[in-house]
């Protein structure tokens, strides 16, 4: 399926140019902007009648002097709006909540490198009963997984019980008053990570479903009360070696640390 990029270039034009003040044929936000939308389109996904987009795309850059931060900024915003606005123009659906990660890579060969993530497609299913591990089995080797803050870091989970919420002494603190003490937990069920809301006050969704006990997929989105985690399976071997630190320590900016 092919999208019709007639209707955005003007407005691409105009947004390098008159709001950045950039020749837009010079500016690599441009060649990043061409190749989000051909990962949109190689990515789109078909179930019955209708075709979902994926809704999590992973930029990284290698220079971080190849373009201004606050340049950078104020396309993230752009580039969330021209999806969302391929998306109603072709009658698309995003798999779930739209969020555009970028990290920077000193490894890469290119300049830049894109990977987009469709979270589970909603399938009004969102209790899945599994059963845990019995204490006469012998434990399960870690599965890998990682959770993306707000602050677009890593949390690799590396326990088979991983406790996320306002207090201290969970894994993974998050700061804001709308978090529970110990809002959920991620357990690690047959090789798969299942999120459970611990009866939270402001609830925990994923991929904008309320739920109480979720089976997860690479590239679901996490809503711990109102603050977003993504969660992910496959994590380029590069980014995983430069991101090592921040995986232990969180910046606690926009209310998110780990447990030290």
Same mark, same amino acid.
């Given at each position: 399926?092919?999208?019709?990029?007639?209707?955005?270039?003007?407005?691409?034009?105009?947004?390098?140019?008159?709001?950045?003040?950039? *020749? !837009?044929?010079?500016?690599?936000?441009?060649?990043? /902007?061409?190749? $989000?939308? %051909?990962?949109?389109?190689? @990515?789109?996904?078909?179930?019955?009648?209708?075709?979902?987009?994926?809704?999590?795309?992973?930029?990284?850059?290698?220079?971080?002097?190849?373009?201004?931060?606050?340049?950078?900024?104020?396309?993230?915003?752009?580039?969330?709006?021209?999806?969302?606005?391929?998306?109603?123009?072709?009658?698309?659906?995003?798999?779930?909540?739209?969020?555009?990660?970028?990290?920077?890579?000193?490894?890469?060969?290119?300049?830049?490198?894109?990977? *987009? !993530?469709?979270?589970?497609?909603?399938?009004?299913? /969102?209790?899945? $009963?599994? %059963?845990?591990?019995?204490? @006469?089995?012998?434990?399960?080797?870690?599965?890998?997984?990682?959770?993306?803050?707000?602050?677009?870091?890593?949390?690799?989970?590396?326990?088979?019980?991983?406790?996320?919420?306002?207090?201290?002494?969970?894994?993974?603190?998050?700061?804001?008053?709308?978090?529970?003490?110990?809002?959920?937990?991620?357990?690690?069920?047959?090789?798969?990570?299942?999120?459970?809301?611990?009866?939270?006050?402001?609830?925990?969704?994923?991929?904008? *479903?309320?739920?109480?006990?979720?089976?997860?997929?690479?590239?679901?989105?996490?809503?711990?009360?109102?603050?977003?985690?993504?969660?992910?399976?496959?994590?380029?071997?590069?980014?995983?070696?430069?991101?090592?630190?921040?995986?232990?320590?969180?910046?606690?900016?926009?209310?998110?640390?780990?447990?030290?």
């Amino acid at each position: 399926m092919k999208i019709d990029l007639q209707k955005i270039e003007n407005t691409l034009k105009d947004f390098f140019e008159k709001d950045l003040r950039i *020749v !837009a044929h010079k500016n690599p936000l441009q060649n990043i /902007t061409d190749e $989000l939308i %051909s990962a949109m389109e190689a @990515n789109l996904k078909t179930v019955g009648s209708k075709v979902f987009a994926p809704n999590v795309f992973r930029v990284s850059i290698r220079d971080k002097k190849l373009m201004d931060d606050d340049d950078l900024k104020e396309w993230k915003k752009y580039a969330q709006d021209i999806i969302r606005d391929i998306a109603r123009d072709n009658t698309f659906q995003l798999a779930g909540p739209l969020h555009i990660q970028i990290f920077h890579n000193s490894k890469l060969e290119k300049d830049f490198d894109i990977t *987009v !993530a469709n979270s589970s497609i909603p399938s009004g299913k /969102t209790v899945t $009963l599994l %059963s845990e591990i019995s204490d @006469n089995e012998p434990p399960e080797p870690i599965t890998n997984g990682y959770l993306i803050t707000t602050d677009e870091e890593y949390y690799q989970i590396g326990k088979l019980i991983t406790n996320i919420g306002r207090r201290e002494d969970n894994d993974l603190v998050i700061d804001n008053l709308r978090v529970s003490r110990v809002h959920a937990q991620i357990r690690q069920i047959k090789q798969k990570h299942v999120v459970f809301d611990l009866d939270s006050t402001s609830g925990t969704k994923v991929n904008g *479903v309320k739920i109480h006990q979720h089976t997860l997929n690479h590239g679901d989105v996490i809503e711990i009360a109102d603050v977003p985690i993504i969660y992910g399976t496959e994590m380029d071997e590069n980014l995983e070696e430069e991101n090592k630190s921040k995986t232990r320590v969180l910046s606690t900016k926009k209310g998110i640390n780990p447990k030290k």
